[in-house]
């Protein structure tokens, strides 16, 4: 707080400090008595118009008397005033301060006032929140509880079995139908060991087989029988699922049973029927294969006599026609193919000109049954030769023609040749009933036909379009349509292909031998008769097993043995196995003949056969097989090779390897080891399965499919193994540990297998 007299107080107590006291207080009495003396003076002149320098001295006197009090106070008065002052300043300063301080207290105060009624209610909130989880976790306890019980009676009331056990091998909780199965209540098994209850020959115990825990850490999977006490044979897919912690240590078993007794009755009825399928298809085409053999035989002697041109374009075209065929039935028999869609493209040199003057004749004769006029139209080279599958393409474009034919009542069908930069090109046209657009969207499915009434009057089973593409696919071509309703249709195959060099066939070099052949149909017989003869052999026929063996006993010179796997008394391995166990004919070579040579070569897996022909007999492979056995220059291939150093002569069987990718083609001996390595896992598990159970009886069986599927690839020492496996007595002890092993060695020669059949 300022006042008006602040200012001078603070003004001469600054000058008291400056000067002193004394001095100032000199100066002050100074100037005082002049004060006194001029106004005394001038008083006295004023009242007498002189100086009364008595009065002016008394005044001097006066003022040097009181002038030191009055100054002394005048001083102390201005020193205190000043003090109080500065004090009043500081106490104001101080209240300031004071006041400002409680303001901050006072904001402190309410920011804390405020911050306790946030933390108040989030403390409500919390409180709230809290009852509210405590609700909620007791309406999830409840409802846990409830599906817990729903559960329970879901598993109680499931058809399928139930079981856990600990780690130490106890049961901890089954369902009912797994104590239905057992013959026991839970309150019986439960904290029980398994051995405990049953014995290791009841039914049951085939149900609780063991899981190894040193196994890795995966489910198994195991097809049980069961056998109830009335006889009744049931079946139980087990599926053992293991627990482990974080740390790998087995903590417990869970087993689930379903029963799957209708299925495996299906199987089983299914793989009967299967067989009966396959023994159908194979009689069915041998007997065909009868009259094929004259249409190959006799159309053969036909291209080989004199004929006029046109003569011998038909007799070459019933050849082709006849030689397709035969190779289609190869197809047929071949049940694995069949259901695998897996035909074999066997791509050879194939004579562009000749190929499409096979296909003019045929065509021509089939437009002139109807009347049609056919045209053949070609663009860019055609005299070249091409790398093609003949047989398959053959079959596709007969396909395409006898339905251009089929569907066209008037008018012309037209097969269109184009080979542009290893492009080859064809398209077949017709004037036909055309096929209608939302048709040709659908018009390569397997089994359909068309709604269209006019297409549904013509016979057709459907298959025919769907075949073709599936074998363009095959040959990694593409085929399609385009047509118009009433005016005709177009379907267009485009393939890949290579131009291939002319190869010069050098002349086969063999020497006339004495050949027996053991064939019971006359006319297969008249037309291998013919094929030899031309080639200057000597022939002896027999038509029977019997007489065979006759003439082996009784005929020193003969060279080589044609034997028909199919004979009225004996099999053409009951005639093999007596040739090579005779020491006199034990070097005899024999080449078997037989529809199916695959199947032949399986039978005779345990003896040494030289070779097999597929019937109808092809001439180049008799050429190659008499080559390769007598041909001086062929005679090198049947020195015995030096043993090899390392143990793949054991892993591996060369020979039937090498002959498979001859005669089958590296690819087809690369799906069938495909096929292996997928049927392995299966094979190894079912033993497996049995070897746990102890069914010597099943394991044996198991061991012995191994091994013809092992033989049918050329896993020699996996065929060995198996073998010993089906035929020595089973040593149960550690089966299980060398099944393992037999497992791990088995995957290591597939891969062998694969390098092998990859380096041919």
């Keep these: 707080m300022q006042g008006p007299v602040h200012p001078q107080v603070k003004a001469v107590a600054s000058w008291i400090r400056k000067w002193g006291k004394l001095r100032l207080a000199l100066f002050c009495q100074l100037l005082l008595l002049a004060l006194g003396a001029a106004i005394s003076a001038a008083f006295s002149i004023v009242m007498t118009n002189s100086i009364d320098w008595a009065a002016v001295k008394g005044a001097a006197l006066v003022m040097l008397i009181i002038a030191p009090v009055f100054i002394a ?139 190894n825990s040193d196994m890795q850490q995966s489910e198994l999977t195991l097809d049980v029988e069961f056998i109830k006490d009335g006889g009744q044979v049931l079946w139980f897919e087990m599926r053992k699922v293991p627990f482990y912690d974080r740390h790998g240590r087995y903590i417990g078993l869970l087993g689930f049973g379903r029963d799957i007794t209708s299925r495996k009755l299906a199987e089983q009825a299914l793989e009967k029927a299967y067989l009966d399928k396959g023994k159908f298809i194979a009689t069915l085409s041998h007997e065909l294969r009868t009259p094929l053999n004259g249409i190959v035989g006799l159309s053969r002697r036909l291209i080989e006599s004199k004929l006029t041109k046109q003569q011998h374009g038909w007799a070459n075209t019933i050849f082709s026609s006849a030689e397709t065929l035969g190779n289609i039935f190869n197809d047929i028999i071949d049940l694995d193919k069949i259901d695998r869609q897996d035909l074999d493209i066997v791509y050879q040199s194939v004579s562009l000109r000749q190929f ?22 070609c663009t860019g080279e055609m005299d070249v030769y091409l790398r093609l599958d003949p047989t398959r393409l053959r079959q596709v474009l007969w396909n395409l023609l006898n339905n251009a034919v089929k569907f066209t009542a008037n008018g012309a069908v037209s097969l269109h040749c184009n080979l542009d930069n290893n492009r080859l090109s064809f398209a077949v046209e017709d004037t036909g009933i055309g096929i209608a657009a939302q048709e040709q969207e659908r018009i390569f499915d397997m089994y359909y036909k068309s709604n269209d009434g006019r297409r549904l009057s013509i016979m057709g089973s459907g298959i025919g379009l769907s075949v073709s593409r599936a074998l363009v696919e095959a040959m990694q071509g593409q085929i399609s349509v385009s047509s118009t309703v009433a005016q005709g249709s177009r379907f267009a195959v485009s393939l890949p292909t290579e131009v291939l060099q002319q190869e010069q066939q050098q002349a086969i070099e063999c020497p006339e031998l004495t050949i027996l052949l053991v064939e019971d149909v006359p006319l297969n017989a008249e037309i291998a ?33 044609l034997l028909d796997m199919q004979l009225p008394d004996m099999s053409g391995e009951q005639i093999a196995a007596y040739i090579r166990n005779e020491a006199r004919l034990c070097a005899l070579p024999v080449v078997v003949l037989s529809a199916n040579v695959r199947k032949a070569e399986q039978q005779l897996s345990g003896l040494h056969i030289d070779g097999a022909l597929a019937k109808p007999l092809s001439t180049a492979k008799l050429d190659q097989v008499l080559a390769r056995l007598f041909s001086p220059s062929a005679m090198k291939l049947q020195l015995p090779k030096a043993v090899a150093p390392d143990n793949e002569h054991q892993q591996l069987d060369q020979a039937i390897l090498n002959d498979y990718i001859q005669s089958l083609g590296k690819d087809a001996v690369k799906r069938s080891a495909q096929l292996f390595s997928q049927l392995l896992p299966g094979y190894m598990n079912r033993m497996m399965e049995t070897a746990v159970q102890r069914q010597e009886h099943d394991f044996q069986e198991a061991a012995h499919k191994l091994k013809g599927a092992a033989a049918s690839v050329g896993l020699l020492w996996v065929q060995q193994q198996a073998k010993r496996f089906e035929q020595e007595p089973v040593n149960w002890q550690g089966l299980e540990r060398q099944l393992v092993d037999f497992h791990l060695k088995t995957e290591q020669h597939l891969a062998a297998l694969s390098e092998y059949i990859e380096q041919a």
Excluded at 195 to 203: E, G, R
Excluded at 356 to 377: R, T, V, W, Y
Excluded at 533 to 538: L, V
């Design 73 to 211: 106070f005048v001083f102390y008065l201005v020193l205190h005033l000043d003090a109080a002052l500065s004090y009043l300043e500081d106490s104001a300063h101080q209240e300031r301060l004071l006041n400002e301080g409680m303001q901050d207290n006072i904001r402190q105060l309410n920011f804390e006032i405020e911050e306790r009624k946030k933390a108040f209610q989030a403390k409500r909130r919390a409180i709230d929140e809290l009852r509210k989880e405590i609700a909620e976790r007791k309406k999830a306890q409840i409802e846990l509880e409830e599906q817990s019980l729903l559960i329970r009676s879901i598993v109680d009331s499931s058809p399928d079995l139930f079981y856990y056990r600990d780690e130490t091998g106890r049961f901890a909780s089954c369902n009912k139908m797994f104590e239905a199965i057992m013959g026991k209540t839970a309150g019986e098994l439960i904290g029980r060991y398994p051995a405990d209850i049953y014995n290791d020959d009841s039914a049951q115990a085939a149900i609780l087989t063991e899981y």
């Design 356 to 377: 499409l003057n096979d296909i003019a004749n045929f065509a021509e004769l089939l437009c002139q049954q109807k009347g049609l006029q056919f045209k053949l139209n």
């Design 529 to 561: 008769i013919g094929l030899l003869e031309q080639r200057g052999h000597t022939v002896v026929h027999a038509e029977t097993g019997e007489d065979a063996i006759a003439l082996l006993e009784t005929e020193d010179d003969i060279d080589l043995v």
